[in-house]
């Protein structure tokens, strides 16, 4: 069984940064891919970048040139930087692993820009 456990989150003015962490549990980390998603109140979950196992990555263009998503194997832990932050980044972020034809979701963590 994995479990996902993201960390990071808060509240931040407008044009600052946080950085997302997600640790799994278990063997599977190295072969997933891995996404960080997002939901607002009122809105569907929506991806904001993923990475793969052998590290290549993908983003929404709203985020674009402002977030990064990396990953460290040896630490099972995927990161999303998230720099020059806006108001309508504000959401819960959640962390996916997928393996083996199986979704793995964490618990979320709050992310709150005020402008």
């Known amino acids: 069984q994995v479990q996902l456990v993201e960390s990071g989150g808060g509240l931040v003015q407008a044009g600052g940064s946080l950085r997302l962490s997600c640790t799994a549990s278990?063997?599977?980390?190295?072969?997933?891919?891995i996404g960080w998603y997002r939901q607002a109140p009122g809105k569907q979950r929506d991806l904001v970048a993923s990475i793969g196992s052998t590290g290549s990555t993908n983003y929404a263009n709203s985020v674009k040139g402002r977030f990064t998503i990396s990953r460290d194997n040896a630490k099972n832990t995927v990161y999303l930087q998230m720099s020059n932050l806006k108001p309508e980044d504000t959401a819960v972020y959640y962390c996916?692993?997928?393996?083996?034809?199986?979704?793995?979701w964490g618990q979320g963590t709050q992310v709150t820009v005020s402008s």
């Open positions: 996916n692993l997928h393996a083996y034809f199986k979704d793995y």
């Open positions: 278990g063997s599977t980390f190295s072969i997933a891919a």
